[in-house]
């Protein structure tokens, strides 16, 4: 399979241990953020102390009231993902020569969440901060839930594919964690990885930024700075994503990883939980940065997200002219690569060599990480831990770039050697 781009002792590795070392750390984020002060130390003089049983106390039992929460948030996604119309969008030719069919009705799903939310808790109908007082649980639940999930994937992708986009390499492991299909889907409109990746998983990261939000002025009465700073920042960027999901049915989660452990378990799981962690850390540590301290980080974090937009809207954009476009006032600079699908066709794609693009390969993950660390640092320095996310970012882009890239190499050859001379940066211009 394409994907496993490293060599098979590091790709074992990485895999087995992601598979047994994710769930832990997600409970073991959890209870240092919200039962440890945030503080590493703690947890750790507390497991040191306890040993196993420490953390088999620690670790919480999924209840009916999670499951609730989940089987409600989750039905209610699906169902606004059937049936608020969309325009019709066309994702990018498969490997098998497949063209997926998506309705874009991701704004629509995104207002709907949170004015349905809002309106709740504004009502008097459900209270956000049971979703807080419940975060373990739910989290717990999330991690089973979600396996079981990863099985009926596997699973569904050996007896009933829903495309030639789909296939096994034989090898147990690699099929569980990267996944069978690339296009799964239950039924003809309902596709899965729309679903766990954008609908459940990005839409829980504002719905739990909310949460965090209320939760606090519920405790004390009002919203710190850092928190609102925090809350508007993350809103901004998921507000971005749904404004752009159509260009994201063209990124490597959607046209490249298939659907199993890595995609679907991270965005069911893992978004909800380590992406949302600076504003769960928050909760509990109401900082006040004071007016001019705020709206520098805001200010700051907002020009990271719009850079990050332009840049994938310059390059979505060049695509839809056929390059017929112009990039900072001037028409685009460009090399027309062909390569070969596997069923033996013939295509051409265009790759854009100047605007953001003439910068590095990836320069949309330099703003990307940026935003990141401007909506984690309103929680200032005590504790390292809310910057874990910033961190795993990094990482996470840094390998996607070169599974990107490796990926690109193979596809399209002499054209790729071509376009690195051309822009010869892989993420910071200069530097990498």
Known sequence: MGETVHSPLVTYVSML?????CPPFVILLWYTMVHADGSISQTWDYLKQHMLQGFINIWPRPTATAWKIIACYAAFEAALQLLLPGKRVEG????????????????????????TYLGLWWFGIFNPSVVYDHLGEIFSALIFGSFVFCVFLYLKGHIAPSSTDSGSSGNLIIDFYWGMELYPRIGKH???KVFTNCRFGMMSWAVLAVTYCIKQYEENGTVADSMLVNTTLMLVYVTKFFWWEAGYFNT????HDRAGFYIC????VWVPSIYTSP???????????????????????????????DCDMQRQEFRRTNGKCFV???????????????????????????????????????PEILAAFFWTVPALFDHFLPYFYVIFLTILL???????????????GKYWKLYCEKVPYRIIPGIY
Request: glycine letters at 8%; one cysteine or more.
């Open 17 to 21: 241990s992601l598979l047994t070392l």
């Open 92 to 115: 990018p030719v498969s490997p098998a020569g497949n063209r997926p069919v998506y309705k874009a009705n991701g704004v629509a799903a995104y207002i709907v969440t949170l004015l």
């Open 190 to 192: 309902f596709d899965i």
């Open 252 to 255: 490597m989660d959607i046209a």
């Open 265 to 268: 378990w991270g965005c069911l």
């Open 279 to 309: 504003g769960m850390y928050l909760v509990n540590h109401p900082i006040n940065l004071g007016t001019q301290l705020a709206l520098y980080i805001l200010v700051a974090g907002i020009l990271c997200i719009y850079i990050n937009y």
């Open 328 to 366: 900072w006032g001037k028409a685009p600079s460009k090399i027309v690569a062909s390569y070969t699908t596997s069923s033996g066709e013939t295509k051409t794609s265009l790759l854009l060599t100047s605007g953001w693009w003439g910068l590095s390969r990836h320069f949309h993950y330099v």
């Open 398 to 412: 840094f390998d996607r770039a070169k599974r990107d890239d490796d990926r690109c190499r193979s596809k399209y």
